[in-house]
C-alpha cells in the first residue's frame, strides 16, 4: 500500500473520516486517468491550449497523492502554456503517464474499486 502514491496529505485533509478517502481515492480514479489521456492526445496532437488545460486540472491531484512527478507534469504544462514548438517533453510526458498508470492501478488494488 502507498509505493506509488501517498496518502499523508488526503489523510491530514479528511481528518480521520475514512468514508472521505475512499472518495477522494474513487475521484482520483474517475478523473486523474482520463485527464491523463486527454493529455497525452493532445501532446501528439501539438495541440498546446488542451495540453495546458488538462496539465493545469492534474496538478492538484497529483501533488495531493504525492505521485512524485509534479515537476515534470509543470514541464509539459508549460509547454503547453508557452506553445514550445521545439521542445520535446516526451520523456515528462512518459513519467507522468507511467506514474499515472502505476498509482491508479495501486489505489484500485488497495481500495477495492
Known sequence: MEKNYKLYRVRELADGDE???MA???AFLEEV???AA????AVAEADYYTTYQAAHKMKPTIDMFELGVLQ???TVQDWGKLEKKG???????KNV???VKKASDEIKKDFNL
Not at 486527454?38 to 492526445?41: E, N
Not at 521542445?87 to 510526458?93: A, F, G, N, T
Open 24 to 26: 477522494i481515492a474513487a
Open 33 to 35: 486517468p482520463e485527464d
Open 72 to 74: 515534470d507534469l509543470i
Open 38 to 41: 486527454r493529455l497525452k492526445k
Open 97 to 99: 503517464l507511467d506514474a
Open 19 to 21: 468514508d472521505f478517502i
Open 87 to 93: 521542445e520535446d517533453i516526451s520523456d515528462e510526458l
